[in-house]
């Protein structure tokens, strides 16, 4: 069995970080395996702290874990602090684990910081150049290349940019625009779209069950484009059976 890596932030509610990266992974067929860099306290409408894990208890949780078991790829969620960002290069080169998806969780819903900005500045220089794979929404996107989206041209000269920084594959996903959902990927010759629909209201955890669901893709052999349009139709079907558990955004739904 292929396995998968995630690294990131946990969520209470199971709607996103790698509470749901591993529900991912397992519906999708790949052993998930977690390293946590910081807790959150936070509900479908709030987010009200982080904790972040001290550095000696996230180097640890890297060395006991891949001295043991290697993962055929890994997964970035919610890093926030400098040394976590740090550690997942480290490592990354150390295990020379070769499809590293970075997910580049800058700040949530709500609007909590949840990247730091000199962890902000590891991730462009060190962690990008060593992935496999981007994963950007337009906020994140915007932040990192500073380039503004209004409009699908703007998308594709993100897109272009995040390429440039370093990684093999660039992908935005346009989530925020108010009609059709269209994904971007940019493998450094051809780009490739795939439109999907724009469901109403809010939803938690849409970033982080798609680049887990990339990642589970890439793991099991499919090429990106394959793996783009895999990773849409997946999180789509959670879209359309997104459950509404608690006073704020409705939770992706795996039953």
Known sequence: MKVALTIGGSDPTSGAGVQMDLKVFHALGVYGTSIITSVTSQSTY?????????????????????RDIKPQGAKTGMLYSKYAAECVAEYIKKYKIKNLVID?????????????????????TELIPLSRAVTANIPEVE????????????????TEKLYRMGTKLAIVK???????????????????????????GEFHGTGCAFSSA???????????????KAS??????????????????KILNFT
């Open 104 to 124: 580049p969780v800058i700040t949530s819903t709500t609007g909590k910081k949840l990247l730091l900005d000199e962890a902000q500045q590891i991730l462009k």
């Open 143 to 158: 932040i990192l290349t500073e380039v503004r989206i209004k409009n699908i041209d703007d998308m594709y000269e993100a």
């Open 232 to 249: 849409k139709n997946f999180v789509s079907e959670l879209l359309r059976k997104a459950l509404k558990l608690g006073k704020g955004m």
């Open 174 to 200: 346009g989530g925020h625009f108010n009609d059709k959902v269209p994904d971007l990927l940019f493998d450094g010759k051809e780009f490739f779209m795939v439109e999907g629909e724009k469901y109403s």
């Open 46 to 66: 709030e987010f009200t702290s982080v904790y972040p894990l001290p550095e000696k208890i996230i180097v640890n949780q890297f060395e006991t874990l891949l």
């Open 214 to 228: 990339f990642l589970s893709f890439l793991c099991k052999g499919y090429k990106p484009y394959e793996a783009l």
